[in-house]
């Protein structure tokens, strides 16, 4: 099973290092199986720690093509490379408090759509995050925290008509949310997505259990196959 979870990771990686005209970029599809594995040994411990040794980095220096640019919070314990048990060079980060999508943010995943050619990009928010219960708890907030937390508070509205825990529900319609703002977003991510050059999908990270929950219906059915 190793063998083979490594002669993917292998082929997904040697399509995009090597760039090569003849050799076809891994799909959306390959690239979600791909994490999803890297998740499942995450949550059984099982690390394969691709792509750390000294000899891979310097490769990387000649240009970088991740697998997929990931949109998650800045919470110290929800770490893509970890979580997705991917190394240098595989995965675009753009980390804010809540996962949220301001300007900064969608620069720089237009950066690597655009530029870099990443066909994936993945909204993932987590169980108990500090910015949707401040969301939640409402109130004034100090200092810049507001500016964060104003985004949030749509999704904290739509879940209070929803049976459940209220921070959970908020995490995941945050999620939503977003993911929709990006697919959305004119001019470059809303083309991209039209044209089949690039899948949006949400997911929920469990602080709990360390699994990954796809949230799309069409996600879920492609990190199967
Ligand atoms: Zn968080």
């Given at each position: 099973?190793?063998?083979?979870?490594?002669?993917?990771?292998?082929?997904?990686?040697?399509?995009?290092?090597l760039?090569?005209?003849?050799?076809?970029?891994?799909?959306?599809?390959?690239i979600?199986?791909?994490?999803?594995?890297?998740?499942?040994r995450?949550?059984g411990?099982?690390y394969?720690?691709?792509?750390e040794?000294a000899?891979y980095?310097?490769e990387?220096?000649?240009?970088?093509?991740?697998?997929?640019?990931?949109?998650?919070?800045?919470?110290?314990r929800?770490?893509?490379?970890?979580i997705?048990?991917?190394?240098?060079g595989?995965?675009?980060?753009?980390?804010?408090?809540?996962?949220?999508?301001g300007?900064?943010?969608i620069?720089?995943l237009?950066?690597?759509?655009?530029?870099l050619h990443?066909p994936?990009?993945?909204?993932?928010?987590?169980?108990?995050?500090?910015?949707?219960?401040?969301?939640?708890?409402?109130?004034?907030?100090?200092?810049?925290?507001?500016?964060l937390?104003?985004?949030?508070?749509?999704?904290v509205?739509?879940?209070?008509?929803?049976?459940?825990?209220?921070?959970?529900?908020?995490?995941?319609?945050?999620v939503?949310?977003?993911?929709e703002?990006?697919?959305t977003?004119?001019?470059?991510l809303?083309?991209?997505?039209?044209?089949?050059?690039?899948?949006?999908v949400g997911?929920?990270y469990?602080?709990?259990?360390?699994?990954?929950?796809?949230?799309?219906?069409?996600?879920?059915?492609?990190a199967?196959n």
């Amino acid at each position: 099973m190793k063998k083979f979870c490594l002669t993917i990771l292998a082929l997904v990686a040697a399509a995009f290092y090597l760039n090569a005209k003849d050799i076809q970029q891994p799909t959306a599809a390959t690239i979600l199986a791909a994490l999803k594995e890297g998740n499942q040994r995450h949550v059984g411990a099982h690390y394969f720690h691709p792509h750390e040794t000294a000899k891979y980095r310097q490769e990387l220096s000649a240009g970088q093509h991740p697998l997929a640019s990931i949109l998650s919070c800045a919470d110290s314990r929800v770490a893509p490379e970890i979580i997705f048990d991917q190394g240098l060079g595989d995965l675009f980060d753009v980390r804010v408090a809540g996962n949220v999508a301001g300007d900064d943010e969608i620069a720089s995943l237009e950066y690597a759509a655009e530029h870099l050619h990443t066909p994936v990009i993945v909204v993932m928010g987590h169980q108990k995050c500090g910015a949707v219960s401040a969301a939640v708890e409402g109130g004034e907030a100090a200092g810049h925290l507001s500016a964060l937390i104003k985004p949030i508070s749509s999704a904290v509205q739509k879940a209070k008509h929803l049976q459940g825990d209220l921070v959970e529900n908020s995490v995941r319609i945050n999620v939503e949310n977003v993911v929709e703002e990006l697919r959305t977003s004119k001019p470059v991510l809303s083309e991209l997505v039209a044209q089949g050059k690039l899948s949006i999908v949400g997911a929920i990270y469990s602080l709990d259990t360390g699994k990954v929950t796809w949230l799309s219906e069409s996600a879920s059915q492609t990190a199967k196959n």
